[in-house]
């Protein structure tokens, strides 16, 4: 049974690039958050994707952007990239009909640094 | 917004102690949920809870959810070297979707 997904694991961009990261989710699993995690601090939650729509938002620019495909995979956008982007971008999937069963398992994350 | 915070933020113990962390929420939770996250892994689910004044254990740790559902604790007992990493906290606002995270408690167990 295969887990979170995430790729690519490490990426550079510079400032002001445009960069897209993947995610297949848990088999079964139809509920994708995205989360930001910088060094030293817990995992931010950027945005959900359930059916095919954003759900709900965390506190991001419109910068960052998602989608979410009819298989339930999941690709996060974020655009004219800044220093302050460098960070572990995280997903996690939940079967997240249920709120209270909103358990998040994270996938490996992808490294992106922007120079 | 919704505030959660942990303290201590770092702890060093000597194999065998005791650890705990502790976990404050501003708003009153649903549930919460811990997680642990070893260096260089990524976040791995350890327990919810739910119900105010709950108590679980998992082997060597025990969690606790507050009477009045804005606080939780962890405890390890007798900690062993895998042990090591960081134990976050994480929990939703009210009829919310959005899991809010501690900054977590990094331990560290020393042989």
């Known amino acids: 049974d295969a887990g979170v997904t995430q790729s690519p694991t490490h990426l550079i961009k510079t400032r002001g690039q445009q960069v897209t990261l993947r995610c297949s989710p848990k088999?079964?699993?139809?509920?994708v958050s995205w989360y930001q995690q910088a060094l030293g601090q817990g995992p931010q939650f950027i945005f959900q994707?359930?059916?095919?729509?954003?759900?709900q938002r965390g506190n991001f620019p419109d910068r960052f952007s998602g989608h979410q495909f009819p298989n339930y995979s999941s690709e996060l956008n974020v655009n004219a990239l800044l220093l302050g982007d460098s960070a572990l971008y995280l997903c996690?999937?939940?079967?997240?009909?249920?709120?209270?069963?909103?358990?998040?398992?994270f996938g490996a994350g992808t490294r992106l640094s922007v120079l | 917004g919704q505030q959660v915070m942990q303290i201590p933020q770092y702890q060093h113990v000597q194999e065998g102690e005791d650890f705990t962390t502790y976990c404050n929420s501003s708003t009153t939770l649903s549930n919460i949920q811990w997680y642990k996250q070893r260096p260089g892994g990524h976040p791995v689910f350890l327990i919810q809870l739910v119900k105010s004044g709950e108590v679980k254990k998992q082997k060597r740790l025990t969690f606790q959810f507050g009477e009045a559902k804005k606080n939780s604790s962890l405890h390890i007992t007798a900690t062993q070297t895998t042990d090591v990493g960081t134990y976050f906290c994480?929990?939703?606002?009210?009829?919310?979707?959005?899991?809010?995270f501690g900054k977590g408690t990094k331990l560290s167990v020393i042989p």
């Open positions: 088999s079964g699993h139809d509920t």
């Open positions: 996690a999937s939940s079967p997240g009909q249920i709120l209270a069963k909103n358990i998040q398992y």
């Open positions: 994707y359930y059916e095919e729509e954003e759900r």
């Open positions: 994480a929990g939703p606002g009210a009829g919310s979707y959005q899991l809010t």
